[in-house]
């Protein structure tokens, strides 16, 4: 199962909004609705952003959103702040079941 | 409030066995549900899911195919903690390991993440 495909990086300015996109297969993120994002900050454990494609957990916020279409998937950071400067990555169930996404620093100018 | 606390050796020599087990403090591990992760990270390898222990009415694993035939976990519901080991163990397996909840098909709470390192 190979690694789902993402930017290396994005940044934007602050109160900004970039799109990170997340490039899969009919196997992984086209074939099933559990995309889920994650957000790192360095020496931390990840954090779920987004699950279910486009579905938030409680406490965070709204200025995250996931879609998706056909076999890509997208978080968007919607409102830049400095705390969304971090590494993020989607992740896919995959029947094996699953596969991550290769990860992208966000930056914020 | 889910809370996982890893535990376990930071240092671990080739071809022996990597074991780390994650206790589990809000959940119960035999939840018929939920389902407990072992994933790792590396600057070679990204993050990677290694497999998963679950509970519907008995026990089930899944593996990832990069490490079937050496990984095996082991649950237990008077600890309330579950438990991985990997055996025969190279540099390549070198990585921050971290334990994780699953519900819905996604990753809600992550242990603290242990770093393993395979050295003679």
């Known amino acids: 199962q190979s690694a789902l495909t993402q930017p290396r990086s994005v940044s934007g300015s602050p109160g900004q909004s970039v799109t990170i996109f997340c490039t899969g297969t009919s196997s992984d993120v086209a074939g099933y609705n559990y995309v889920s994002w994650y957000q790192q900050h360095p020496g931390k454990a990840p954090k779920l952003m987004i699950y279910d494609v486009t579905k938030r957990p409680s406490g965070v916020p709204d200025r995250f959103s996931g879609s998706k279409s056909g076999n890509t998937a997208s978080l968007t950071i919607s409102g830049l702040q400095a705390e969304d400067e971090a590494d993020y990555y989607c992740c896919s169930y995959a029947g094996s079941p699953y596969v991550f996404g290769t990860g992208t620093k966000v930056t914020v100018l | 409030q889910v809370q996982l606390q890893q535990s376990g050796p930071g240092l671990v020599k080739p071809s022996q066995t990597l074991s780390l087990t994650c206790a589990i403090s809000?959940?119960?591990?035999?939840?018929?549900?939920?389902?407990w992760n072992w994933i790792r990270q590396s600057p070679s390898r990204g993050l990677e899911w290694l497999g998963r222990t679950y509970y519907r009415s008995k026990w089930y694993n899944d593996y990832a195919v990069s490490v079937k035939g050496r990984i095996t976990f082991s649950p237990d519901t008077s600890t309330n903690q579950f438990s991985l080991h990997l055996n025969s163990v190279t540099v390549e397996d070198t990585a921050v390991y971290y334990c994780a909840s699953e519900d819905s098909g996604s990753f809600q709470d992550w242990g603290q993440g242990t770093l393993v390192t395979v050295s003679s």
């Open positions: 809000g959940d119960s591990v035999s939840r018929d549900t939920a389902a």
